[in-house]
């Protein structure tokens, strides 16, 4: 046990690492920061924003029944992230075995004392972690412009619609994984992972359609859950689902170098 968490570490550093040192790793945050940060000024400060509504709202006497402003900005702030997310997490994701696979790397990951599950998840918690530094900055600056409203916005709210955001970004990053451990090109394996997103992002159209297929598609939808998170409600079905997600990309990809395994064998 003890060195399987020693290789466990050493494959999240080196991944870690990795993300640290890439330039493009930094054009990505630093596109995820200002297109965060103009949602965020956009949302709050221009004339048809939050602000300007809640003091138009207060202006004609609703006062208290108007605008709930800092709910309706968590709410709204978030379903933005996670739509950029959408965006930005296959190019995270891209690379983790693309690039194995174009440096000729793979084939040593493949046949190495290592198990592959323990490489998969090292480089899974590799990219997650990188992503919530990304995370990080926008989120301070929502807890302050949350922390200055009054009354005092709950804070469990805040926690569980951030937990629901990491929830789906490890989800499209772990099937994003998969994608990549199937072709040498960071781009395809960027678009792949895109197209399959959207499909689970958008799913939730379909499921008015009559019957078992209908609700079955329905409980496919990252959108649905992950709107529960935002909204502040704790669902174990969403949960469940993220989960689902998150362990069937880290077995496939498992599987997937697997196969290369016994190719080489």
Request: charged share 10%.
């Amino acid at each position: 046990m003890k060195i399987l968490l020693s290789n466990l570490l050493a494959i999240y550093r080196r991944e870690l690492q990795s993300y640290f040192t890439s330039p493009l790793a930094y054009i990505i945050a630093v596109v995820f920061w200002l297109i965060g940060g103009l949602f965020f000024v956009a949302l709050l400060l221009s004339p048809e924003g939050l602000i300007a509504q809640a003091s138009a709202a207060d202006q004609a006497g609703q006062g208290a029944q108007g605008i709930d402003l800092p709910y309706e900005f968590l709410q709204i702030y978030l379903n933005l992230l996670g739509s950029l997310s959408m965006f930005i997490l296959p190019m995270l994701s891209m690379g983790l075995y693309a690039e194995e696979r174009k440096q000729g790397t793979l084939e040593l990951l493949a046949t190495s004392p290592l198990t592959n599950w323990v490489v998969a998840l090292g480089k899974l918690l590799g990219v997650v972690t990188f992503y919530s530094a990304m995370l990080l900055p926008l989120l301070i600056v929502e807890a302050i412009a949350l922390g200055s409203s009054e009354p005092a916005f709950p804070p469990s709210i805040f926690l569980l619609g951030h937990v629901g955001l990491l929830l789906l970004a490890a989800s499209v990053l772990s099937l994003g994984m998969f994608i990549s451990s199937l072709s040498s090109s960071t781009v395809l394996a960027a678009v792949m992972t895109f197209g399959l997103v959207l499909l689970l992002w958008v799913i939730d159209a379909v499921s008015n359609l009559p019957g078992v297929f209908g609700d079955a598609l329905g409980h496919l939808s990252l959108l649905t859950h992950y709107s529960d998170f935002v909204q502040g409600i704790f669902d174990t079905s969403g949960l469940i689902l993220f989960s689902s997600y998150i362990i069937l990309g880290l077995f496939l990809t498992a599987q997937s170098i697997d196969t290369l395994r016994f190719q080489r064998s």
